[in-house]
Each structure stands twice: as C-alpha cells, then as structure tokens.
C-alpha cells in the first residue's frame, strides 16, 4: 500500500483523484517562480511548491491543490498563495462539485514574509467565498510537515478535515513555543507530547477533523468520497447557526478542559476506555474505541 | 498607544468601549456621510500587544455573532493591536487554530450579513493575530506609527539562515521583510494610511468599504506584489501568466 505521507504532492494527487484525471493549470513548464527567493540565494521551484488543477474523484469533477512538502516545508508564498486563490477564485466560474486542499504546511515562508501573510489571507477568504458559492471545500493533512500557521487556519475554515494519524494539525509550532517559552513549556524534542498534541487522534477526539484514516493514500482517497457524501447532504456555506454551534462547542472545550495539563487528561475525561493505549492502537480499533466519546459533528 | 486616547480621537461623538484583560468592545457613534446623522457602530478589538489565546479569540467571535444577531448590518471596526497568537502549549493542545479560524469564520458571517467591516492597526499587528481580524476586513488601515510583520528580522534570520545584516538590508529595498505599515501599503494588505483627522478617517471608511477582495490587485498596482494578481488572473482566464 502506498504510502501517504512519502507520497510527493504530484503522487497524492494522481493516487487520490482519478487515475490520470488531473489536468495541472500553470504546471512547471512555465516556470513561474518565487520573485523573492534569488535575493537570498534560496533555491526555487518552477511550481512554487504547490500544483493546482481540476480532475474527477470518483467520476465527479473537482478542483484540487496539493503542497509539495519538500519545497521549503510547502510555506506559501506570493506564488504559492496566488496559486492557490487563483484555483478558488475559478471554481467560482467552473462550478466543481468539491475542491481539494491537499495541504502540508510551515503556513506563511519566512523567506517572503509580509507577502506572505496576505497570501495566506487571500486562500482563506477564496476558501470561504466558495463555500458561500455552495460548494464544499475538503481538505487532507497526512504529510510530514503537519499542516500549520495560518494555514491551519484555512484547513479549519473548510467544510471537513480529513487526516491521518501521522498527521499533525496545529498553529504554532513545538520549537517555536519552546524557543519562546522554554522547554518546560513545551518539549519540541518530545515526540510522543508533540504527537499527542498535535496529531489526527488528539485532533478527532475533540472534533477538529471530520475523518481519521491510516496512512495509504487509497484510505485518504476513499475518505474523501465518503466525506464529500457526506457533506452533499447539507450546506457548504456559513450560517448564524452553524457558527453558533462551534461557538457553543469551542467554549464548552475550554470549560471542561482548559485546566487540564496533558491531552491524555482529555482523552480520559471524555471517557475513553484505557486512554494511555491510544497510541499505540491501529485506526480501526481507534475509531470503535473514539465513537462514543469523541466531540463535534461529523 | 492607549486605547482610550485612539478612542476619543475616533470618536469625537462618544464611545461607549470597556476593556477586560485586553479585549475591546462596545460601541461608537460616527458621523454620516455628508452631513447625514450619526451612526452607531460595533467596535471590538485588542490592546496592550495582547497574545491571542483561544479566550481572547472566542469573546472576539462572541462580540462579532452578537453584533450580527441584535444589529442587522450595523458596521463593525476591528482595532487591532497583537503580538501574535500566544504560544503556550495549552493553547495548541485546546486547537487555538480552531478558535482563530472560529472567528475569522465570524467576521466573514458578518460581512454577507450586510456588515461593513473595517479594521485599524493602531498599534502592532503580527502573523496569526493579524490574520483572523484585520486581515478578515473589507479593508484594513493603519497608523503610520503603527508595526505589522510576521516575525522580527532576528528570528526571521535564524530561521531563514540567511544573515541579518543581509535582511536588513534587503528591507530597505523590498517591502516584504520589513515591518511597518508603507510596506503592507504597497503589497495591498492596507487600503490607506491615516494621518490627521482619526475621525473624519473612520467615517469615510465604514462609509466606503469595498466588496471583494482586491488586495492582490492593489498590490500589483502598487508595486509591492508584482506576480500575485497575475497568478491568479492567468488560472481563472486559463491562460499564461503576464508579466509585463
């Protein structure tokens, strides 16, 4: 089984989508890079570290992005941002029946820093101007780099997450609370804290993903379509009542949680049996363990 | 800057704005356009540099859906004044990017309500904090006084390996590494600066706010992003990227 999280952007995308569906728009041969990179001597790519384009999933149309891990840890950039609003913004016009954000992500690249952040921005109200369109965004974490920044702010403005328990979905960075709090703050080199912190169980338990798959690309594909099922039954755009709804469940995690030191502590307050074991448990035995305890809508 | 001292310049009707642990909200009067009557308007905000933790994102979103409940289309100022979002590992075990991207979803709500959303860098703005207020706006401002950036250069270089005598250098020239407001000016993340009359500003803005998001254009305009807008023109037109 192939792998997900060793999958470039350009394999997930082929191995997701319809075998050989995808039709890139601006691919690589234009060679349209970063104009901020040379000045610092930075490598570039001719794709910037994203691909974007239209295919099927499941003989449906669909629009898809995919970062490129391996790019700069897929931090978006000028380029990087406006490929990506460009893909949202045409889905508008085009009208697909979903689009995919395949995304893994430092969030904004340092390297173009201020250019950046408004890049960032951009995707995340091109992602809500398509939901208000009626058409549901997904979005999937399971590469290396997690999906982070104010790019794990777009993945949560989507419709549904759908991740994998490698993957890791979260804000700021380990090293970066320790480096400005210290390492009784946050241990970055503690793998099994940060993974518990931040990763796909930690993330499905409290209602932050929609979807937990293990890591093969044929169970990020199959997800997909049954999620995309799954939305089609209501509405993509925002609404008073939706929101009200998070907010209700936003203030409730604080309330019974926020005093808590260590997500193990959560996991046992919402009753889930022998919590310790969490991680060591394969997905399917984590699902029937998680189903009557985890929070959120699915 | 103290908030009450920006408050009585924007507001020489009155406000009505408590602070509790560094969030701002309430209400102010703004004169009408061109001698039309005085409006009353939303004002919520942050101040102090406030660290946005998952608390301070939730009252903010609070603040905006109560706003969209009790005051259909009643136009909203976001003041803006954040080191950032806070970075304890509390706030990334509850999912502050939940709670940011909560009341990003918030403000957007409130923009399709018939909302006029304008935001106000009076004091510091930085990365995630900026992202899920001002930058949500229909237009953001900020005083010329005001700093916005990602990171500080020093971080920045460590992380970046690239030295930082070189970046500072590079930011004399570049408007994207270096802070400050002339910078977002002209890559499109402000609509304007405001020097002078504060009052007389917010009332043209909340009169004037844009619908859509131009800032990628505003910055090709304005020499600060050159390939942004044409990325993004060259997928929407199917076409190739236009450089010249």
């Keep these: 089984m192939r792998s997900y999280l060793e999958s470039t952007a350009r394999e997930r995308l082929q191995h997701v989508l319809d075998a050989g569906s995808f039709e890139e728009f601006i691919g690589p041969a234009q060679r349209i890079v970063s104009p901020h990179l040379a000045q610092l001597n930075a490598p570039v790519a001719f794709d910037d570290g994203v691909a974007v384009g239209r295919a099927t999933l499941d003989g449906q149309p669909v629009f898809a992005a995919a970062q490129e891990g391996g790019f700069m840890g897929g931090a978006v950039g000028e380029v990087h941002g406006a490929k990506l609003t460009g893909l949202l913004r045409r889905a508008l016009a085009e009208r697909p029946a979903a689009v995919l954000l395949l995304l893994e992500t430092g969030g904004v690249r340092l390297h173009e820093a201020n250019a950046g952040l408004i890049a960032v921005s951009e995707v995340m109200r091109a992602v809500l101007d398509v939901r208000e369109a009626g058409i549901p965004v997904l979005v999937l974490v399971g590469g290396s780099n997690g999906a982070f920044g104010g790019m794990g702010i777009v993945a949560r403005c989507a419709n549904a997450i759908v991740m994998s328990e490698e993957a890791r979905l979260a804000m700021s960075g380990p ?60 509405p993509a755009a925002l609404s008073v009542d939706a929101l009200e709804r998070e907010h209700a469940m936003l203030a409730e995690r604080i309330a019974r949680f926020g005093a808590m030191r260590d997500p193990l502590e959560i996991w046992r307050a919402l009753g889930v049996p022998a919590p310790e074991r969490v991680p060591l448990l394969e997905i399917d035995a984590f699902i029937a363990a998680a189903a009557a305890h985890r929070l959120g809508e699915s | 800057m103290d908030w009450t001292t920006l408050a009585d310049a924007l507001f020489p009707l009155g406000h009505r704005i408590t602070e509790h642990a560094q969030f701002l909200s309430g209400t102010a009067d703004v004169a009408g356009p061109d001698g039309a009557p005085a409006a009353t308007i939303a004002v919520i905000g942050t101040t102090g540099h406030a660290p946005i933790g998952v608390e301070i994102a939730l009252a903010q979103a609070r603040a905006v859906l109560d706003t969209v409940r009790a005051h259909p289309r009643r136009a909203i100022l976001l003041l803006v004044d954040t080191q950032g979002q806070r970075l304890r590992h509390r706030d990334e075990m509850l999912g502050i990017n939940s709670y940011m991207a909560h009341l990003g979803k918030c403000v957007d709500l409130a923009r399709r309500n018939g909302h006029a959303i304008v935001g106000l860098v009076y004091d510091q703005a930085l990365s995630g904090g900026f992202i899920t207020s001002g930058l949500m706006a229909d237009a953001c401002y900020a005083l010329p006084a005001a700093t916005i950036r990602v990171m500080g250069l020093p971080a920045m270089a460590r992380i970046t390996k ?18 400050g407001p002339e910078n977002y000016l002209r890559m499109g993340g402000l609509q304007a600066i405001w020097d002078g009359d504060l009052a007389q500003h917010v009332a043209q803005a909340l009169h004037a706010a844009p619908s859509g998001d131009a800032r990628a254009a505003l910055g090709w305009q304005r020499g600060g992003r050159k390939l942004a807008q044409p990325v993004i023109d060259a997928i929407a037109g199917d076409g190739h990227v236009q450089t010249a």
Excluded: M
């Design chain 1, 175 to 234: 090293e970066v609370i320790e480096t400005a709090n210290g390492v009784e703050e946050f241990d970055s080199r503690d793998r099994a804290l940060v993974w518990r912190t931040t990763g796909g169980k930690h993330r499905y338990l409290l209602g932050d993903c929609q979807a937990i798959v293990p890591d093969t690309v044929a169970a990020f594909r199959a997800a997909a379509i049954a999620t995309l099922a799954a939305l089609g039954a209501g």
């Design chain 2, 162 to 179: 690239v030295p930082e005598d070189v970046l500072t250098e590079l930011a004399k020239s570049n408007p994207v590494f270096a802070p």
